[in-house]
């Protein structure tokens, strides 16, 4: 049988899980607030950069696929920097590739970059007023078949 002490013990236990499951509800009320108002301020930042973009007619997913915008380039390689401050720069123009030859080749990167990325679109040629309409009329009416 259990004895005052018992059910003492057992009610002051009892109490303890309920305070600290009610402490927990309050630090995820916390901790869930403090999520909303950090994505409520990046939501307005996002809706910024949105109507500034659609000003230069461009979406966000276009923003994200397009590459940085470089001033040196790896000759012969595919690395490109903004600036001389990255590593692989600095061991470039200490093995003797000149910074001249860097900007050249990040110059016309850029430009075919450009070329294909804000160029004209090339269109499929098609064949206007063709005397007949698919390739299995063609065959028969060069066979004779008719």
């Known amino acids: 049988m259990a004895t005052a002490k ?3 013990v057992s009610e002051l236990r009892k109490q303890a899980r309920d305070i600290n499951k009610e402490l927990r509800a309050l630090q995820n009320v916390e901790r869930i607030s ?3 108002a950090s994505w409520k301020a990046v939501d307005e930042l996002k809706q910024k950069y949105e109507a500034e973009l659609k000003k230069h007619k461009m979406t966000m997913k276009k923003l994200i696929k397009m590459p940085i915008y470089y001033t040196l ?4 390689g595919t690395r490109k920097a903004r ?3 990255e590593p692989w720069v600095q061991e470039a123009l200490a093995s003797g590739t000149s ?6 080749e990040a110059n016309r990167l850029r430009e075919a970059y ?3 990325t804000f160029g004209p679109k ?3 040629k098609t064949t206007v007023g063709a005397p007949f309409g698919s390739g299995k009329q063609k065959a028969t009416a060069q066979m ?3």
């Open 73 to 76: 380039a790896e000759v012969g």
């Open 34 to 36: 403090a999520g909303m």
């Open 99 to 104: 910074e001249a030859q860097m900007i050249k």
């Open 6 to 8: 018992d059910k003492r």
């Open 114 to 116: 450009a070329r294909r």
């Open 83 to 85: 600036d001389k401050s």
């Open 144 to 146: 004779g078949v008719g």
């Open 122 to 124: 090339r269109r499929k």
